[in-house]
């Protein structure tokens, strides 16, 4: 208890619901906000020209962030866009120390390394005292936290999505140092489907090789056997 307590996490509250359906641990905030937008959905981002760290150049912040949000292109129909515009982005990312004025004041190092708000506030923070890194062979720091795999959770959170209980889930809490969790899970996707539906170019059997193949090269354990998975994809074609 005290490990997990400990481990560095998300600074969005963790929703719990009474009841759970099935095998679905992906959870949404109270309502189930989502954006409003016309399908396909065209959605902005931007950085703060104020509020950025130094230890990486903007051009590799940029490319992080682009991978994070192209995950979730992949299988919902809204793309994401940078824009130099921060005031009228639809999502405004920035990186801050302490009380920055919303209300959750970071901690400083490790503890909470971010926190967004549901739909459609687009306020995507994150801790500027944490050591972000893109490449663990070039960053040395035992207590480097991976951009990617922290932006890619929080745009989650951005979306309407709320904490997982699935551990290998991007939507899980935590994050330790030095790790990295770049690859959306079947809860993950499951659940932001249910908000905006399926990318016409997503497909369930392509998702399964990969989860599969990903997850053993990064270290994370599978929770089903392949045959389980197989299975499951059988069903949801059948479902179709």
Known sequence: TVSQILTPRCG?????????????????????????????????????PEYMIHNLTISEI????????????SVIPVNFTETDDYGFADIKIGFYNGDHGDGE??????????????????????????????????????VAIDLESVATHEIGHL???????????????????????????????E?????????PNFRF?????????????VGLRNTRSYNEWVTLFLILCLCM
Do not use: C
């Open 191 to 199: 659940g932001v489907q249910a908000l905006y539906g399926s990318n």
């Open 205 to 217: 059997s392509s998702m399964l090789e990969s989860d599969i193949s990903t997850n053993n090269s």
């Open 62 to 73: 940029r490319v992080a962030f682009k991978h994070a949000f192209r995950k979730w292109a």
């Open 159 to 189: 979306l309407g999505l709320g904490h997982s209980s699935v551990k290998e889930a991007v939507m899980y809490p935590s994050l330790m140092p030095r790790d990295q969790k770049l690859e959306l899970t079947m809860d993950d996707i």
């Open 105 to 142: 004041p970071f901690d400083g190092v490790l503890g909470i390394l971010a926190h967004s708000f549901s739909p459609e506030s687009g306020r995507f923070h994150l801790d500027a005292a944490e050591t972000w890194a893109v490449d663990f062979q070039k960053e040395k720091s035992t």
């Open 12 to 48: 969005v509250p963790d929703i719990h619901h009474n009841k759970l359906h099935g095998t679905k641990h992906y959870v949404y905030f109270p309502g189930k906000p989502r954006w409003s937008r016309q399908m396909p959905m065209m959605l902005t981002y931007a950085f703060s």
